[in-house]
């Protein structure tokens, strides 16, 4: 309402480190933590009293609650994006989200993560092309010199790779390993959690690196957002 509708809602699971470790919940099915949230979001959006029993949220919660609706005026327009990386979660994104929050995501392997979002959407009489996507590079940097351009991103990637997530769960990690990139995720993981962080960094390939990135003269920048919008 303050926007005047220039507002969009962004959700996501985040992982068992966070939720475990700040939020103090167990990271437990996700996915249908997920799932419950957004159709009660979209119950508040189109006014609805919130009277729900799924298998991760109840409302009301106990006898003493009360189902009740927001107080903001309907407004079933507000747009949900959801950002995920597991097969199953962008299934659903695909199947109900109205947009994709992507990363660790490479033109050279899109389908590894665009294709359960088409076969979510597929399933459920959408298509992709319904479905507003965003895979924004994370850094542009314009030089002659790709790998010392890529140098100060080596220990922002082994971070990503080996700690943001569990050993178990590392949902950055597993979406690289999808995308061509196994062999070099396990042995950045592994160094990273034996506390070898330089090491680790050291191991990045420059390719991961110039791949999910801008960097580069004019001329390879160009080619390369060429090739985001090859992949769709």
Same mark, same amino acid.
């Given at each position: ?88 979660? /962008?299934?659903?994104?695909? =199947?109900?989200?109205? %947009?994709?929050? *992507?990363?660790?995501? #490479?033109?050279? !392997?899109?389908? +590894? ?39 100060? /991103?080596?220990?922002?990637? =082994?971070?990503?790779? %080996?700690?943001? *997530?569990?050993?178990? #769960?590392?949902? !950055?990690?597993? +979406? ?57």
């Amino acid at each position: 309402a303050i926007s005047k509708d220039r507002f969009i809602l962004g959700l996501g699971t985040s992982g068992p480190q966070i939720v475990d470790g700040l939020h103090g919940v167990p990271f437990t099915a996700p996915l249908s933590r997920l799932r419950e949230t957004v159709e009660i979001i979209r119950m508040a959006f189109n006014g609805e009293k919130l009277s729900y029993q799924g298998k991760i949220h109840t409302l009301p919660h106990s006898a003493d609650g009360k189902a009740i609706r927001l107080a903001t005026p309907p407004n079933k327009s507000i747009p949900i994006y959801v950002a995920a990386l597991g097969p199953r979660s /962008l299934e659903f994104v695909g =199947a109900e989200a109205d %947009g994709w929050l *992507g990363t660790s995501f #490479t033109p050279e !392997y899109a389908d +590894a993560l665009l294709g359960p979002i088409k076969k979510g959407a597929e399933e459920s009489g959408r298509n992709i092309s319904d479905l507003d996507i965003h895979v924004g590079a994370a850094d542009v940097g314009f030089g002659e010199d790709p790998e010392a351009l890529a140098n100060p /991103l080596r220990m922002g990637r =082994a971070f990503t790779i %080996g700690g943001m *997530g569990s050993a178990k #769960t590392n949902f !950055y990690m597993q +979406a690289y390993s999808r995308g061509g990139w196994k062999d070099d995720v396990n042995e950045v993981q592994r160094l990273w959690l034996e506390g070898k962080r330089e090491e680790a960094a050291a191991r990045v390939p420059t390719e991961m690196i110039l791949q999910t990135n801008l960097l580069g003269n004019d001329k390879a920048i160009a080619e390369r957002i060429q090739a985001y919008e090859n992949a769709g």
